[in-house]
């Protein structure tokens, strides 16, 4: 068995890389003064369906370049710390023990880099977290990101080669996420559900008849 996660909006509230843009900020290593607005009209797109990933993570990777891979752990640390920690939603946290007691895997899946969805995942109590490819040369950040692009379609991709490289073939699988922009990983699933669902993906999930779970209320 395998439980699936999306991690914003669904396990913390916000969206962590937008969050991190802003930490970047607050931390005085994004110095430049239009970024916080370039990054919320990324986050309109993504919303509406049409954000365009590759130039989406070359932006927010950007201040970031040429980083030793030590250097922006230690900072991600922080950032999970600081940030992250006080927005974990408690529906997921319950789920992630609900599936945690039955015995079955678990496993996050985001549209966020990969920098950042492993070490939340890690904080969160899971072994395994799948984001956007980010590309190192000789223990330094490009800015560029690889071949693994978990957005949209991109997620069913993503987890088709990670339950290859695991050589595991799980008899049933849930998913649970917020998004619109998850309903083909959704559509394919034995359980998909819908957690703190925008407009598009409550619709969807009552029309389908799929579970909907929401926290009613959510850290600030």
């Known amino acids: 068995m395998l439980a699936v996660f999306d991690l914003d909006e669904t396990l913390i509230h916000g969206d962590s890389s937008h969050l991190f843009t802003a930490f970047l900020r607050q931390e005085a290593i994004d110095t430049d003064p239009d970024a916080m607005e370039q990054d ?3 986050l309109s797109d993504y919303q509406a369906g049409k954000l365009d990933l590759q130039a989406y ?5 950007a201040p970031l370049r040429g980083w030793q891979r030590e250097r922006l752990e230690a ?3 922080k950032f999970v710390n600081d940030i992250i920690a006080p927005r974990v939603l408690p529906t997921g946290k319950e789920r992630i023990a609900w599936h945690r007691a039955q015995g079955h895997r678990l496993l996050i899946i985001s549209a966020t880099g990969e920098h950042l969805v492993a070490p939340i995942a890690r904080y969160l109590g899971l072994e395994d977290g799948i984001g956007v490819q ?3 040369q000789n223990n330094s950040l490009t800015g560029r990101i690889g071949a693994r692009r978990p957005f949209r379609e991109g997620k069913i991709s993503a987890l088709d080669e990670w339950l290859k490289a695991q050589a595991f073939q799980p008899e049933k699988t849930w998913f649970y996420s917020d998004s619109h922009n998850d309903l083909p990983l959704l559509n394919t699933v034995d359980y998909p559900v819908a957690i703190n669902p925008d407009t598009r993906l409550q619709e969807h999930a009552q029309h389908h008849g799929w579970r909907i779970l929401n926290d009613a209320l959510r850290p600030s």
């Open 75 to 77: 900072l991600v640390g």
């Open 40 to 42: 919320r009209a990324f």
């Open 57 to 61: 993570m070359e932006f927010s990777l």
């Open 134 to 136: 980010v590309e190192w």
